[in-house]
């Protein structure tokens, strides 16, 4: 049945497959003029890297973050569970994925850059490849937080505030802050000071993203293709999973009384009835 979930949209990824390689064209095109081995970097280091780090870490981080869950579920007041699967997200929702990834990982290269090297329209190769090499290192470590909480949410890990009768993916609201707007207004700082004036940093910015887009595409959309299905299997599986299910038991017979775990859609059900009897009460 898991399997089945998992499969389900499977074509949807052509879309991102298809993007990412338009994305990669301008660089397989460069590595095609300088030879094989190049053209093998390229590929290695843009994708296969971050793709090779996320398989490490956030396995590892999942089981941690389940098990600090456990430690503090009753403390916290909040109850964790898991909902019943019912496919991936959407085209659209993953792209947004990636533009937060894109963005996080734009705002950080234009802080830590100015940091490491001097900024200037002399130096404009030295500090562009130096910005490259930062936002792969960013894409493939610091933005595994983002593909953990990725993952939580598409394993079906809720979190059910019981004062508040709310329903909420613990801390996706993460995701929204680390790639905040501002990162946006550091990186237009960082390349008018490389360019020198507005249009050159236009290009330099442009000629950056280009660079990076491949990488904020493709390496996601391989990891929930192969690896995403595998570590979910293993989350809901878990020591931790377990715990919740019989804390917080989902009943699948309907003529049971009604202590299945909320989902985020019968809370929103719940909360229009309500604000639909009032007025007659």
């Not at 089945?4 to 074509?11: I, K, N, R």
């Not at 994708?47 to 579920?73: K, N, Q, T």
């Not at 804390?247 to 775990?261: G, K, M």
Request: aromatic share 8%; glycine share 6%.
């Amino acid at each position: 049945m898991g399997r089945d979930v998992f499969s389900t949209g499977a074509l949807t990824y052509r879309t991102e497959y298809t993007l990412g390689f338009l994305a990669l064209l301008p660089l397989l095109a460069t590595g095609v003029a300088k030879g094989t081995g190049w053209l093998v970097t390229i590929i290695v280091v843009y994708v296969g890297i971050p793709l090779l780090i996320w398989s490490l870490l956030v396995d590892r981080l999942a089981s941690l973050v389940l098990r600090i869950i456990c430690r503090v579920r009753e403390s916290s007041g909040h109850q964790y569970y898991f909902e019943r699967q019912v496919g991936r997200p959407g085209v659209s929702r993953r792209l947004l994925r990636d533009i937060r990834v894109l963005v996080f990982v734009f705002f950080l290269s234009a802080l830590i850059v100015p940091q490491v090297t001097q900024v200037n329209p002399q130096n404009l190769v030295i500090v562009s490849n130096a910005f490259i090499y930062v936002a792969i290192f960013l894409l493939a470590i610091p933005s595994s937080i983002h593909v953990l909480l990725w993952v939580l949410e598409d394993s079906g890990l809720r979190c059910h505030n019981t004062s508040r009768l709310t329903v909420t993916v613990p801390a996706a609201w993460t995701s929204r802050w680390l790639s905040s707007l501002g990162g946006i207004g550091a990186f237009v700082s960082f390349a008018v000071a490389m360019g020198g004036n507005l249009d050159r940093a236009i290009s330099l910015g442009f000629t950056l993203m280009i660079s990076l887009l491949p990488s904020c595409i493709l390496a996601p959309t391989l990891f929930y293709r192969r690896l995403e299905p595998g570590i979910i299997a293993k989350i809901r599986s878990s020591k931790a999973a377990m715990t919740m299910a019989r804390l917080f038991p989902q009943v699948s017979n309907p003529s049971l009384p009604p202590l299945s775990a909320p989902t985020l859609r019968s809370v929103r059900v719940n909360e229009e009835t309500k604000q639909t009897t009032e007025p007659h009460s």
